[in-house]
């Protein structure tokens, strides 16, 4: 077996423990309802989680996503507004701008050999005030073919829905998944995450793979806007803060090393869950405070960091890793 | 020694000066200042006063920045210790007894931190991080996810009280920034701590407890955190955990850069950073009276990031030496040629 | 020839790394390359594999004149190298690292079963049967490095360079290497072997190249020499003369001055075996050894750079606490680095600021030493030592080798310690700087300081010490005094293999 897979099988196992603890106090978690709302409610962070994945896993850090998804929102809410196009050319120029967005971050990171962290943090700011220079209200979105996706969903036996944007989540963290674990690209993102230096000297192109990274992160971000402004049936500005730590929380419980290298995107999947399941229960049990949701989110993050160290100390120790330079 | 000092800001008060000029063209009393009820009030006072809050971040974040780390959990601790604050004045601790209590919060987050990053071996920036999310849960637990409201004028004289005109946080900043900066310079701690964030590993060598220094700095920037939480509660009378320091651990970051401290560690300026909070703030204010949407703000301050990673950045630089050098034997060689013409 | 180099040259600002050397290399042979740090060979084979780029001297390959300008090209032209340190990917499978970059693909997707059963096919000539499938970094460093090589010879397949493939592993493992080693050689490939291990050397190689200071010194075929010339070519000593009279005018008796410190079963496993070591008032110990011999290891223990896990070390007051290098510094100890840029200097940091570095660390940050103290301490040293700099503001960092150097020592001699240790003090500095602390160490004995001075350099050792402790295989295996300390004693030691212990002695 092989010791980066622990990460991830104890995301699932937590997973399921937390779910069995949960469905032992109220049976009514464990319907078709409950997993339809799940995938619902959680289906933008979980677009932007994927890119937010092959970020860390590449070593890096996206502080605009955020922002990036709040932007969408509004761009695609003022622009059905002031024009008569459809959404779906707009939804094109969205991803469009979004990925050179991203791109141009990926780029000023390599080029300017600058931490990732500073550099996106500029292109949260950024993001942020050309949402608010479109508008700073909230704008409503109302368009017959958002009305079309709104019911679009299969009832699934129990009455619960699985909704369109659930559907596509879903199809993203498989997409990820392909991505990361089954292409060149992939393993370049691997290769990156695992030492910069000796990913050069395997031969990947440090540069172009930066930029891809970013770019797909952008891409992502603006994917998880559009869901975003379907949920939510407007475009505001100041939506989304801080969603890019919730969706850095969920990578990091998912498994993935923050340090980049190692990790699944199968296993973000199950940490945005995790975080779901947690305030689902919260909502169920009523009495508990909303404020338990960061406290629970913060030690399981404390929990992850201290095994991921471990396990790197561990395999050290094993000799396993001598000489690979960590 | 004081030339040297004002050689190392002299970029930032160009900026300073050059910002105060174009808000000034824009809203001519930009500098005026009046007295009114026996306070000193116009824009300048203004700024002071709002950006106490970052400023005081930014003095414990040059600090653990010096040490090649970050310090991402300030916002959160502001919320916390705000919210102590306003718990033990509600609950009668009386003044002192909720001063020292929150300060003791904001010491014990900085070890926390500390612990993690010097001890365990954990990433500043992954270490910071745990806290910078719990911690914001922690504080709704202590409030209850209420605005905790206090009246005790003693404690609000912090936020909006003055002392000979001038607003108590503008006075508290400089205050802490002069006090930390002369125990940076007048003791060795400045010395060593540079020591630490060049080269950890050769200063622990010459005998540097590096471990203790790292937990000390990160112990400081809980305690400023703490000193930016009091005034924060102190000045809406009252603790609210959902927006108390919010991002403020991004300003501070940002205040630090624009001082011209590098991310990699090493040689730091106080003062410098301070300065790089009041432009901040001054383009928070100055685009407010200029008239601009205050939508802008966001869009010059990354501007400005952007401006200031191009300066910073390690890859260009080295390309400035490198055309330097050849510059440098270009004309070597030129004078080389001549030489030998003549001869 | 597979592969001619003559006349390579390579300078960097203040050293001359390579200095017009000569090197070639049969298809189907195993040529040694030799010789201490900073000898060259790390130069060298940067050359080749495009690491640098060469300022004079031509390179062959198979007839044609080559210039790689980087790894990958030298790759494609059919240069591949392996380092100590694995430069593959741990996170990465054994499939995914040995076919990286051009994997089995279909309809944009890596195959990974085509994937795995190409990596086990490959793996299968190098007579492993592993899991392909698991992680790089769960097996252990031998087979990465058999990894690490089938990757290399897949990828360029005329010339292999072995770069101290070995330093980490143990006997069984260093047989598995040295199989495949051979299996290629027999299939024709030029194979250039780098190691500080003889026995490795004498076993494996069919000739052998030994640089020193840049320059080629002997280039042999491998049966026709002995572990002593060998040693000599290395270490050189031809200056005998030279270093006669550069000795102690009074050697003195060192066994008649006053002990002040004793090491005892001081040890660590895996780095250094439990050794005893007694130091006297105002005595030089040389440690002589070959590089990796565990010479390092003992100064690190000494000083509590690495904790001992046996043993400790005592004065006439009783117990000296060295479990960590404050404690080692408060009792007295001072330790100059071999590694000077990453152990020694703080770069970013002025002349003066490095020079009272360790003195401000010991007082304490709470009483920082005066302005007017530093400057004098600074100015002191610089002239003293003869450091050339502009001023004693500028960055360490900006400073040649042997200036950095000076700065390192000043930084311990404003300690004025009782026992310093110095690893390499001389490395990588010019003759004329080299010459300079020689005399210091000489001058600073006088005053009863100890010292202890590591090197790789006999004739230095022999001019400087009172006493030479010889390190063979991470034990201390001798300890000469009086005339013994003289070349051909120490290389006797260094390169006796165990029979000759009981001549020896």
């Given amino acids: ?326 | 020694m004081m030339s040297r000092t004002l050689r190392r800001i002299a970029p930032q008060l160009v900026t300073l000066a050059v910002l105060a000029a174009l808000i000034s063209v824009v809203f001519p009393g930009f500098l005026e200042i009046s007295v009114s009820d026996g306070r000193l009030v116009g824009p300048v006072i203004d700024i002071l006063k709002r950006g106490a809050t970052v400023a005081l971040l930014a003095i414990g974040m040059t600090l653990v920045i010096a040490t090649r780390g970050i310090d991402l959990s300030v916002g959160a601790t502001i919320a916390i210790t705000g919210a102590v604050a306003a718990w033990s004045i509600s609950n009668g601790l009386g003044l002192a007894g909720a001063l020292s209590l929150a300060i003791a919060v904001g010491l014990v987050a900085g070890l926390w931190n500390g612990v993690l990053v010097a001890i365990i071996g954990i990433q500043p920036i992954v270490a910071t991080l745990i806290l910078m999310t719990a911690g914001r849960g922690v504080a709704q637990l202590i409030t209850e996810g209420r605005i905790l409201t206090f009246s005790h004028d003693g404690l609000a004289f912090l936020g909006s009280g003055d002392v000979l005109g001038i607003p108590v946080p503008a006075l508290l900043w400089p205050v802490t920034g002069i006090a930390v900066a002369l125990l940076m310079r007048r003791t060795a701690l400045g010395l060593l701590i540079e020591a630490i964030g060049i080269n950890r590993r050769a200063s622990a060598l010459a005998g540097i407890n590096a471990r203790l220094l790292l937990i000390a700095v990160y112990m400081t920037s809980g305690l400023c955190a703490a000193l930016a939480g009091i005034i924060t509660a102190a000045d809406i009378r009252g603790a609210d955990a959902n927006n108390a320091g919010l991002w403020l651990e991004l300003d501070a970051i940002l205040a630090v850069v624009i001082g011209g401290n590098s991310l990699m560690g090493g040689r730091f300026s106080v003062a410098a950073s301070l300065f790089g909070a009041m432009i901040i703030q001054t383009i928070d204010t100055g685009i407010l009276l200029a008239g601009f949407p205050s939508e802008y703000n966001l869009v010059i301050k990354a501007a400005l990031v952007v401006a200031i990673l191009v300066l910073q950045s390690p890859r260009l630089a080295s390309t400035w030496i490198y055309w330097g050098m050849r510059l440098r034997n270009r004309r070597a060689a030129d004078a080389a040629r001549i030489r030998e013409a003549g001869e | 020839m597979l592969l001619t180099i003559t006349e390579l040259s390579k300078s960097f600002p203040g050293t001359r790394a390579l200095d017009g050397v000569d090197f070639d290399l049969a298809a189907g042979e195993v040529h040694a390359l030799l010789g201490e740090n900073g000898a060259g060979k790390s130069t060298l084979i940067k050359c080749l594999t495009g690491a640098y780029q060469r300022d004079a001297g031509e390179i062959l390959l198979d007839g044609q004149p080559i210039h790689p300008r980087s790894t990958s090209e030298a790759q494609e032209l059919g240069i591949g190298t392996v380092y100590q340190e694995v430069n593959l990917l741990p996170n990465l499978s054994v499939a995914q690292n040995l076919t990286f970059g051009r994997e089995p693909m279909r309809f944009g997707m890596t195959r990974g079963r085509a994937m795995r059963a190409e990596a086990r096919e490959t793996l299968k000539d190098y007579g492993l049967d592993i899991d392909v499938g698991r992680d790089l970094g769960s097996y252990s460093v031998a087979v990465q490095q058999i990894v690490a090589i089938a990757r290399a010879v897949q990828l360029s397949g005329k010339v292999l360079i072995l770069d101290e493939p070995t330093a980490s592993l143990d006997a069984e493992e260093v047989r598995m290497i040295f199989d495949v080693v051979r299996a290629l050689r027999d299939r024709g490939l030029g194979i250039i072997f780098v190691s500080h291990f003889l026995d490795q050397v004498f076993e494996l190689t069919d000739r052998l190249t030994v640089l020193r200071n840049g320059r080629r010194i002997a280039t042999e075929r491998t049966a026709g020499i002995n572990r002593m010339q060998l040693i000599e070519h290395m270490l050189g000593h031809e200056l005998e003369e030279v270093e006669k009279k550069a000795r102690r005018s009074a050697p003195g008796v060192p066994s008649d001055r006053p002990e002040m410190l004793r090491f005892a079963g001081l040890g660590r496993r895996g780095e250094v075996e439990p050794f005893d070591l007694t130091v006297r008032v105002g005595e030089v110990i040389g440690l002589a050894g070959l590089l990796g011999s565990g010479r390092t290891e003992s100064a690190e223990l000494m000083f509590g750079a690495k904790t001992a896990q046996t043993g400790g070390a005592s004065d006439a007051d009783g117990t000296v606490a060295i479990d960590n290098p404050r404690n080692a510094i408060a009792a007295g100890f001072g330790f100059a680095p071999e590694d000077r840029k990453t152990e020694g200097i703080v770069a970013d940091l002025s002349v003066r600021e490095n020079i009272v570095l360790a003195l401000q660390a010991s007082r304490g940050w709470a009483r920082p030493i005066p302005r007017a103290e530093q400057n004098r301490l600074a100015d002191m040293f610089i002239a003293r030592l003869d450091i050339r700099t502009s001023d004693a503001e500028k960055a360490v960092g900006d400073l040649s080798g042997g200036n950095q150097q000076k700065v390192v020592l000043a930084r311990w001699l404003a300690m004025n310690p009782r026992f310093l240790i110095l690893d390499e003090p001389t490395r990588g500095i010019d003759v004329g700087a080299h010459a300079e602390i020689l005399r210091l160490i000489q001058e600073i004995t006088a005053e009863g300081m100890s010292i202890v001075v590591i090197s790789s350099e006999l004739e230095e050792l022999i001019a400087v010490s009172d006493r030479v402790i010889v390190v063979r295989d991470r034990r201390h295996v001798a300890e000469l005094t009086g005339s013994d300390i003289e070349s051909e004693t120490i290389v006797l030691w260094i390169a006796a293999p165990d029979a000759q212990d009981g001549r020896a002695a």
Wanted: a positive charge.
């Fill in chain 1, 1 to 326: 077996m092989n010791v980066r897979t622990y990460p991830l099988l104890a995301t699932v196992a937590i997973f399921l423990v937390a779910y069995a603890a949960c469905y032992a106090q109220f049976p009514a978690m464990l319907s078709t309802r409950v997993i339809g709302n799940l995938l619902t409610d959680n289906a933008y962070l979980g677009i932007t989680a994927v890119g937010m994945t092959i970020v860390i896993l590449s070593g890096g850090i996206d502080l605009s996503v955020g922002s990036v998804i709040a932007f969408s929102g509004v761009f695609i809410a003022v622009v059905l507004r002031d024009t008569g196009l459809h959404p779906l050319p707009v939804f094109a120029m969205l991803l469009i701008i979004t990925t050179a967005f991203g791109a141009a971050m990926g780029g000023l990171i390599h080029g300017l050999a600058m931490p990732p962290f500073i550099v996106t943090l500029a292109g949260m700011f950024l993001a942020r005030g050309a949402g608010y220079m479109l508008t700073i209200d909230s704008v409503p979105i109302d368009h017959p073919f958002y009305e079309l996706i709104d019911d679009a969903y299969w009832l699934m036996p129990g009455r619960g829905r699985f909704t369109l944007i659930g559907g596509l989540m879903l199809v993203s963290v498989l997409a990820g998944m392909i991505i990361a674990h089954r292409t060149r690209f992939g393993a370049s993102v691997f290769a990156l995450g695992g030492g910069e230096q000796t990913a050069r000297l395997m031969g990947v192109k440090t540069g172009r793979t930066t930029v891809l990274i970013y770019a797909f992160s952008g891409f992502m971000a603006g994917l998880s806007g559009i869901v975003f402004s379907i949920y939510t049936g407007s475009g505001y500005p100041l939506a989304t803060v801080g969603t890019e730590l919730t969706a850095i929380a969920a990578v990091v419980i998912g498994g993935t090393l923050l340090t980049g290298g190692a990790g699944y995107v199968f296993g973000t999947l199950v940490g945005v869950m995790t975080m779901g399941l947690i305030q689902t229960y919260i909502v169920f049990d009523g009495s508990l405070s909303s404020w338990w949701t960061k406290i629970v989110i913060g030690a399981l993050l404390l929990f992850f960091i201290v095994l991921q160290k471990g396990i790197l100390r561990l395999s050290v120790a094993g000799g396993a890793m001598a000489g690979a330079g960590r």
